[in-house]
């Protein structure tokens, strides 16, 4: 009787031991991306007048259809390298360059104008990409550059010159959110290269001058830009927000004394005829002053 419980037990101890451990199924940390295009750093985009006035330009269908192409290919690859939610805002001139009939189904559109200063962006967001965004004004090499308006000829933070490109690599990096990827021009490429240098690029065109210059084939740049935001996302730790130490100062300096009309109140001063200083204890407090509208 004895050894009979004996070879009973000792099957219920190795019927436990090799008894395959059930465990809960874990839930995927979300990680939420948001991409920032323009249509001036899109394959084939040289020129203003020809390609880029909504509903004006001669040949601006084809470049809507030149911008979904590459923002469709970045969601793809966002996605593959491990992107939960993709949200697009349409940033190029007034937000009605992108169609929800051609936007990946997969990403969320954000378009249309005004938005928030801070473009709706909070913690719940894991990264931001730019697509199609150019090189700051006066770039030399740089395709169509200039730094929001074409006014503008310069913008600098604590000191350090910045455009478009930096301006929201800075916006995120305040709020926690790490800039990873950019694809433009060799110009654009280099200037988020010298803010975010583990970011990744796809470069799709090179500027010979400012309205001319040399572009892959659209398939061929949606190719780039699709490894390259699978790259992006699958690096996602490897890059860290860029954060500005306050207080903050931002100069912008116009090209003529037609500048805009900014009321002076505390932070707000007017250093000349075309020059403007923006004052506040972080980033965004400062940005806010010149960026309000």
């Known amino acids: 009787m004895l050894r009979k419980y004996r070879f009973s037990f000792g ?18 940390t979300p990680k939420k991306v948001f991409i920032i295009s323009d249509l001036e750093g899109v394959d084939g985009i ?7 006035i909504p509903f004006k330009s001669p040949l601006y269908s084809e470049s809507r259809k030149l911008l979904a192409g590459e923002v469709n290919a970045a969601v793809e690859g966002l996605l593959e390298g491990g992107a939960t939610q993709v949200v697009v805002y349409d940033n190029h001139y007034g937000g009605h360059n992108l169609s929800t009939l051609d936007i990946n189904p997969k990403a969320l559109l954000l378009s249309g104008s005004p938005v928030s200063p801070t473009l709706g962006l909070d ?8 697509i199609g965004l150019h090189s700051m004004a006066g770039t030399k090499g740089g395709v169509l550059p200039h730094s929001f308006t074409w006014d503008i000829q310069n913008i600098w ?9 930096g301006g929201r690599v800075m916006l995120a990096g305040q709020l926690g959110i790490p800039a990873i990827m950019l694809a433009g021009d060799a110009a654009a490429c280099k200037e988020f290269q010298v803010l975010v240098p583990e970011g990744e690029c796809a470069q799709v065109k090179t500027g ?3 309205t001319g210059g040399y572009s892959l084939s659209h398939a061929a740049a949606c190719a780039l830009i699709h ?16 954060q500005i130490t306050g207080p903050v100062e931002v100069k912008v300096e116009y090209t003529t004394s037609a500048t805009p009309n900014f009321t002076l109140r505390t932070g707000v001063q007017q250093l000349d005829g075309r ?9 965004i407090d400062a940005w806010l002053k010149f960026r309000s509208f």
């Open 227 to 242: 490894e390259k935001a699978r790259l992006a996302m699958e690096h996602l730790s490897q890059v860290k927000p860029y």
């Open 275 to 283: 020059t403007w200083v923006f004052r506040g204890g972080n980033f």
């Open 46 to 52: 040289f020129n203003f007048d020809l390609q880029c």
């Open 11 to 28: 099957l219920l101890l190795a019927a436990l031991t090799f008894a395959p451990v059930v465990t809960r199924a874990q839930t995927p």
């Open 123 to 130: 913690s719940s967001y894991s990264a931001i990409l730019f």
């Open 157 to 165: 933070v604590n000191g350090k010159k910045v455009g478009e490109i």
């Open 208 to 210: 010979a001058s400012q």
